[in-house]
């Protein structure tokens, strides 16, 4: 992991004729999707509003890697995976600033999916950590690159390639994104999951083969050297050159793609709700038409729908206002590096929507506290029926 931790999380530097072709020639880098935890942190020690006095502050961040602490241990013993996580919350209800309230205005960051740190039984054979099921975690948030069903843990955007030093960087590349022909009707960049019964990508990977002329797949296989979907400029590529790009489920409800695919202009077309629907709540308006396709799952399972036809369905003038709303969207997707730049932004970044968002959780927790309420009350209960709405207007039971 040295190389992706470099440049405060970001990666190596893109700076190849290649790569300039596709992207631009600053601010690109081979970004892995578990780094946000240290991406996020340095943004954090750059945060104007920081304050040493703890009394004064409205929340405190807990910098810990969560994500990259668990990962060296997932194969291990329970124990080992669970030690740092209770070590940390041992540590955290010690301090002064714990008791102001009791962990409510503490948060983390998680690269990874919450689930990951949510495991339900102590069996060896059981995946991830318990981190976010301790007593002490209870009272706190995770800011995770997927949330589980659980109220405190709440989902902000993947690590993308692109992090601009300069707002007229992002301006440049919007525009760039606005006038790109696209040769393909729609892409698929991914591999197939033969042993799950749950997932679709076989039959995403027929129809794209069976249909050239309108779709564009690539493979993701090999090793790390081998495989075109570790290259920045294979995936963006791909997607610029795509009207509609395929995100399925995979491994986890979420993908990084979804947001590769919106840098890209390229509109993202959805099978699950919780791949984005009921994810980024902070980021994604409610009227999931306007930025997206959906195709349900259960309709491509039984060949109901063929994805060509569904997409070819999609009139012009929808597909530009769909592609127009995505461009919009690229400016609070991005983890920027404004170090270096003298001008305030006309733009809020996704740590600064992050934050901002966090912030005006803490303070609906401190009012409650003030008005003599219970704060906890649904600060991190299981939450399963936020979203009976959409799952019945997308025919999921």
Same mark, same amino acid.
């Given at each position: 992991?040295?190389?992706?931790?470099?440049?405060?999380?970001?990666?190596?530097?893109?700076?190849?004729?290649?790569?300039?072709?596709?992207?631009?020639?600053?601010?690109?880098?081979?970004?892995?999707? $578990?780094?946000?935890?240290?991406?996020?942190?340095?943004?954090?020690?750059?945060?104007?509003?920081?304050?040493?006095?703890?009394?004064?502050?409205?929340?405190?961040?807990?910098?810990?890697?969560?994500?990259?602490?668990?990962?060296?241990?997932?194969?291990?013993?329970?124990?080992?995976?669970?030690?740092?996580?209770?070590?940390?919350?041992?540590?955290?209800?010690? %301090?002064?600033?714990?008791?102001?309230?009791?962990?409510?205005?503490?948060?983390?960051?998680?690269? %990874?999916?919450?689930?990951? $740190?949510?495991?339900?039984?102590?069996?060896?054979?059981?995946?991830?950590?318990?981190?976010?099921?301790?007593?002490?975690?209870?009272?706190?948030?995770?800011?995770?690159?997927?949330?589980?069903?659980?109220?405190?843990?709440?989902?902000?955007?993947?690590?993308?390639? $692109?992090?601009?030093?300069?707002?007229?960087?992002?301006?440049?590349?919007?525009?760039?994104?606005?006038?790109?022909?696209?040769?393909?009707?729609?892409?698929?960049?991914?591999?197939?999951?033969?042993?799950?019964?749950?997932?679709?990508?076989?039959?995403?990977?027929?129809?794209?083969?069976?249909?050239?002329?309108?779709?564009? $797949?690539?493979?993701?296989?090999?090793?790390?050297?081998?495989?075109?979907?570790?290259?920045?400029?294979?995936?963006?590529?791909?997607?610029?050159?795509?009207?509609?790009?395929?995100?399925?489920?995979?491994?986890?409800?979420?993908?990084?793609?979804?947001?590769?695919?919106?840098?890209?202009?390229?509109?993202?077309?959805?099978?699950?709700?919780?791949?984005?629907?009921?994810?980024?709540?902070?980021?994604?308006?409610?009227?999931y038409r306007k930025y997206s396709v959906f195709i349900s799952q259960?309709?491509?399972?039984?060949?109901?729908?063929?994805?060509?036809?569904?997409?070819?369905?999609?009139?012009?003038?929808?597909?530009?206002?769909?592609?127009?709303?995505?461009?919009?969207?690229?400016?609070?997707?991005?983890?920027g590096d404004w170090s270096s730049s003298r001008f305030e932004r006309?733009?809020?970044?996704?740590?600064?929507?992050?934050?901002?968002?966090?912030?005006?959780?803490?303070?609906?927790?401190?009012?409650?506290i003030i008005d003599g309420e219970d704060p906890s009350e649904g600060?991190?209960?299981?939450?399963?029926?936020?979203?009976?709405?959409?799952?019945?207007?997308?025919?999921?039971?």
């Amino acid at each position: 992991m040295c190389a992706y931790l470099s440049n405060g999380g970001f990666g190596t530097k893109l700076e190849d004729d290649n790569s300039k072709r596709v992207l631009m020639e600053n601010s690109w880098f081979v970004t892995d999707q $578990f780094t946000l935890e240290v991406i996020f942190h340095n943004r954090m020690k750059k945060y104007e509003c920081l304050t040493n006095n703890s009394s004064m502050a409205s929340a405190i961040f807990v910098s810990y890697y969560a994500g990259l602490d668990l990962g060296q241990y997932l194969f291990s013993n329970i124990s080992v995976r669970d030690y740092s996580a209770r070590k940390l919350v041992e540590i955290l209800a010690k %301090r002064s600033e714990w008791k102001t309230m009791w962990g409510r205005d503490h948060f983390m960051i998680g690269g %990874r999916v919450a689930w990951d $740190f949510r495991r339900q039984r102590d069996e060896e054979d059981d995946w991830g950590s318990k981190l976010m099921l301790l007593p002490e975690s209870n009272n706190m948030t995770l800011l995770s690159v997927e949330s589980s069903l659980w109220n405190n843990d709440i989902s902000i955007p993947f690590p993308t390639y $692109f992090h601009p030093s300069k707002e007229s960087e992002v301006f440049v590349w919007q525009e760039r994104m606005r006038k790109r022909e696209r040769s393909y009707l729609f892409s698929f960049a991914g591999a197939p999951r033969p042993g799950s019964n749950f997932s679709i990508r076989s039959e995403l990977v027929n129809q794209c083969k069976s249909s050239p002329k309108h779709c564009n $797949f690539m493979g993701c296989y090999g090793s790390s050297m081998t495989n075109p979907c570790e290259s920045p400029e294979k995936v963006m590529g791909l997607f610029q050159n795509s009207i509609f790009c395929l995100q399925p489920v995979g491994d986890a409800y979420t993908r990084r793609s979804t947001f590769d695919s919106i840098l890209a202009g390229c509109i993202p077309v959805f099978f699950h709700p919780r791949t984005a629907y009921t994810q980024y709540q902070w980021y994604f308006q409610k009227n999931y038409r306007k930025y997206s396709v959906f195709i349900s799952q259960n309709d491509i399972k039984e060949k109901r729908v063929l994805i060509s036809d569904k997409l070819l369905g999609v009139s012009k003038d929808q597909v530009m206002k769909m592609r127009e709303e995505i461009i919009g969207m690229i400016p609070k997707v991005v983890y920027g590096d404004w170090s270096s730049s003298r001008f305030e932004r006309k733009f809020e970044d996704a740590f600064d929507v992050a934050v901002k968002g966090m912030l005006e959780r803490v303070e609906k927790v401190r009012k409650k506290i003030i008005d003599g309420e219970d704060p906890s009350e649904g600060f991190s209960n299981e939450n399963k029926g936020g979203y009976d709405w959409l799952w019945k207007e997308l025919g999921f039971k």
